[in-house]
Nanobody, 115 residues
């Protein structure tokens, strides 16, 4: 069974930065499309950024220019560099790995942006 473990969340002031990491195991990492989702209290989970197996990336409009998704196939890791963080970025961030009908989630990591 695919295992995804997120790390790097925490409390940061507005304007600050965090780098999330997701380590994947029991997976042929290179063929999976990877993504970061987030869910704020009382809101639906939303796609934040995705990176295909080809390396092509996509972002939700609210994070364009501030967040960068990347992947290291050799290390089976995906990253989310978050800069210029805003209070509205506060949420639990989830790592997702998808290949055809195989869809997998991590346990999530909390990101809180507050002064």
């Amino acid at each position: 069974q695919v295992q995804l473990v997120e790390s790097g969340g925490g409390l940061v002031q507005p304007g600050g930065s965090l780098r999330l990491s997701c380590a994947a195991s029991r997976i042929i990492f290179g063929i999976y499309n990877m993504a970061w989702y987030r869910q704020a209290p009382g809101k639906q989970r939303e796609l934040v950024a995705g990176i295909e197996s080809s390396g092509r990336t996509a972002y939700v409009d609210s994070v364009k220019g501030r967040f960068t998704i990347s992947r290291d196939n050799a290390q089976a890791r995906v990253y989310l560099q978050m800069n210029s963080l805003k209070p509205e970025d506060t949420a639990v961030y989830y790592c997702n790995a998808q290949f055809r009908v195989d869809n997998n989630w991590g346990q999530g990591t909390q990101v809180t942006v507050s002064s």
